[in-house]
């Protein structure tokens, strides 16, 4: 099948020009400022349109069993949300249960989501347990057998997902080995999981609860703390959902001082804030709670879209895992049993263009990196992936930036009976999606096909994440003071008017000087 895409303005991450595009086979074929039509070429006008790469969602949970329940969006509705807003790509999360095989949890993942999926996608790994038989599957994972190049560290969700420092530090050693990226849910799960029986105990069961049991501080600690430890690791870090300007911070912090280190805010994040928590409407409060909680700072959105024009955070994701109102409404007499988590796939692209690009802090061409290119180049699918090029995979969204659309519930393509974003008006709406050359999207209505889409394999060793390992590592190597062996001597008494001899350090300390001053 042959489509030809004219008049309109291609958007890459560097560069914007006004050229037709000629896709065959769901390919990219050709680029030049006029093509013409050959007979049974379909012909999509992009006049006064931009023509993107189709965005990539780096973080969803599509029908996650999680706290008892299992996300609404399965693979089918959740990747027909997301092509109806622009995006070509998601990247899921295989969690396997508490000492279960990751090959096991593979298998159900690709399982479920191969007979649904409207687009590509592709897998990163969770590592929910620990020991030699986790780090031998890790090994097996990589191969392009099975495709995956990235693992996750829940350091949240004390007894369920929740790994212990020592656990991430060995995972990140083993990721670094295999050239795989580790990405952290950073917040501080223990104390967390005082704060939420001591909340409890005091009478506080409303989902206000969720958003005091994990103050900023708590996220803002365990990012540094990962930072720290992945530095040591001489791992590459990606941090899930950003939420708050003091994990922003601390990547910032660690970034300054050479670690490699990518930020990664999510739809929710840039577009609302936690004063919801304390609506007095129980379910509408409820409708919000998602780990970490969205800021209780209402100008921490603006400042984390404000990072990603600067290049302190790095792409953006959505973290969809849908709940329903009768899900969430389990949760009614606990804050802690209300199932953490909020869409986005469907509407990341338009929030992030009304708050990036029409509001004026980003460009196209950065709207572009933050939506779609940067996450093909971490997560090593670039430029089949996330650019427009001849040879590049046809994911293409033709985007009118003049054009609104009113977010609602009664129009969107989730399986939720909610949207967080409900009655926000914006700015950058996706006209026309293609997904490998076939037309998914247009004149608002899907034209999918279950199971259409195909799994991406992900490689190890993605340039972006990797070229600056090998030399840090090698500044980081132990040092070794060679020595005459040690004999003993005979003890004397202490002359009590000797001098005292201070010692000094001769030696920078491997890992580096601590800037924290006694
Ligand atoms: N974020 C959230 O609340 N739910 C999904 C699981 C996770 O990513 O932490
Ligand atoms: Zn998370
Ligand atoms: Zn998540």
Not at 17 to 35: M, N, Q, R, T, Y
Not at 84 to 96: E, K, S
Not at 357 to 372: E, N, Q, W, Y
Request: charged fraction near 20%.
């Amino acid at each position: 099948m042959s489509l030809l895409i004219k008049n309109g303005t291609i958007v890459n991450d560097d560069a914007m020009f006004k050229s037709d595009v000629l896709v065959h086979d769901g390919k990219i074929v050709e680029i030049a400022p006029s093509i013409d039509p050959t007979p049974g070429l379909e012909v999509v006008d992009a006049t006064d349109r931009f023509v993107i790469p189709g965005g990539i969602d780096p973080h969803t949970h599509m029908q996650l069993p999680f706290m008892g329940e299992v996300a609404k969006d399965d693979f089918h509705r959740g990747t027909e949300a997301a092509v109806a807003g622009g995006t070509t790509m998601i990247i899921d999360f295989v969690i396997p249960t508490k000492g279960e095989s990751l090959l096991v949890a593979y298998d159900r993942w690709r399982g479920w989501a191969d007979p649904k999926v409207v687009c590509d996608y592709g897998l990163s790994m969770a590592i929910t347990s620990w020991g030699p038989e986790i780090a031998k599957e890790m090994e097996m994972v990589t191969k392009a057998d099975y495709g995956i190049n990235s693992f996750k560290f829940f350091l949240a969700y004390a007894g369920v997902f929740m790994v212990r420092d020592e656990e991430f530090y060995q995972g990140m050693l083993q990721c670094a080995k295999l050239r795989a990226l580790a990405r952290v849910h950073a917040e501080n799960g223990a104390v967390i999981a005082e704060r939420c029986e001591h909340l409890l105990s005091s009478g506080i069961t409303g989902p206000e609860g969720h958003t005091q049991s994990r103050p900023e501080e708590l996220e803002a600690e365990a990012t540094f703390r990962a930072c720290t430890m992945a530095s040591q690791a001489n791992c590459p870090l990606y941090v899930v959902h950003v939420m708050s300007k003091g994990a922003a911070a601390a990547i910032a912090h660690h970034r300054k001082k050479g670690a490699v280190v990518f930020g990664e805010p999510i739809a929710a994040g840039l577009a609302t804030d936690g004063s919801h928590y304390y609506n007095e409407d129980w379910l509408h409060a409820a409708r919000y709670v998602m780990s970490p909680p969205l800021s209780r700072d209402p100008s921490t959105p603006n400042a984390l879209m404000k990072l990603l024009a600067a290049g302190e955070l790095h792409l953006t994701a959505t973290d969809n895992c849908t709940f329903d109102c009768h899900q969430k409404s389990l949760g009614k007499d606990d804050f802690t049993k209300i199932p953490n988590g909020v869409n986005g796939v469907e509407d990341r692209m338009s929030v992030v263009w009304d708050k990036g690009v029409h509001a004026g802090i980003i460009d196209p061409m950065k709207f572009v990196a933050v939506t779609s290119t940067m996450a093909a180049k971490i997560f090593n699918c670039y430029p089949q992936k996330g650019r427009i090029a001849v040879g590049s995979d046809a994911d293409i969204v033709i985007w009118n930036a003049n054009a609104t659309r009113t977010i609602s519930k009664d129009t969107h393509h989730h399986a939720i009976d909610f949207n967080i974003f409900e009655g926000m008006q914006v700015h950058g709406v996706p006209e026309t999606t293609i997904c490998r050359g076939r037309i998914v999207w247009a004149d608002g209505q899907l034209r999918t096909v279950q199971g259409a889409g195909r799994f991406v394999p992900l490689p190890p060793d993605s340039q972006i994440v990797f070229s600056a390992v090998d030399n840090r590592g090698k500044a980081l190597e132990p040092v070794k003071v060679e020595r005459a062996p040690y004999v003993a001597t005979t003890l004397e008494a202490p002359d009590a008017n000797a001098n005292i001899v201070v010692k000094t350090r001769s030696a920078v300390p491997p890992g580096g000087i601590s800037s924290i001053q006694f």
